[in-house]
């Protein structure tokens, strides 16, 4: 199990933007795959995106490519998700997620480690 503390979710307009953050501790954070997931009210957690523990290699949603981009950094054991022309249908909690792999798709099952949530909520 890794900790994992998401940070940045909040309230804003269709359109706008927002970065989430999602620090780790425990396990060398660049050993492992991270990846954000959402679940809005009444769905099911469904995938967003991930990146490979090195950050050469990232995979997206299609609802969210072209809007959403996910990075890392290391030496600061954080990986982050930039939200960008946000929609209504974005409105949801996130998580992070930490990997089993070294690289990981979108299935739920090859992460370990969960966040608490953070929530984001787009409305005029």
């Known amino acids: 199990q890794v900790p994992l503390v998401e940070s940045g979710g909040g309230l804003v307009q269709p359109g706008g933007s927002l970065r989430l953050s999602c620090a780790a501790s425990g396990r060398t954070f660049n050993g492992y795959a991270m990846g954000w997931f959402r679940q809005a009210p009444g769905k099911e957690r469904e995938f967003v995106a991930t990146?490979?523990?090195?950050?050469?290699?990232?995979y997206y949603a299609d609802s969210v490519k072209g809007r959403f981009t996910i990075s890392r950094d290391n030496a600061k054991t954080t990986v982050y998700l930039q939200m960008n022309n946000l929609k209504p249908e974005d409105t949801a909690v996130y998580y992070c997620a930490a990997s089993k792999y070294s690289s990981a798709g979108p299935r739920r099952t090859d992460f370990a480690s969960w966040g608490q949530g953070t929530q984001v909520t787009v409305s005029s």
């Open positions: 990146i490979n523990r090195g950050g050469s290699s990232v």
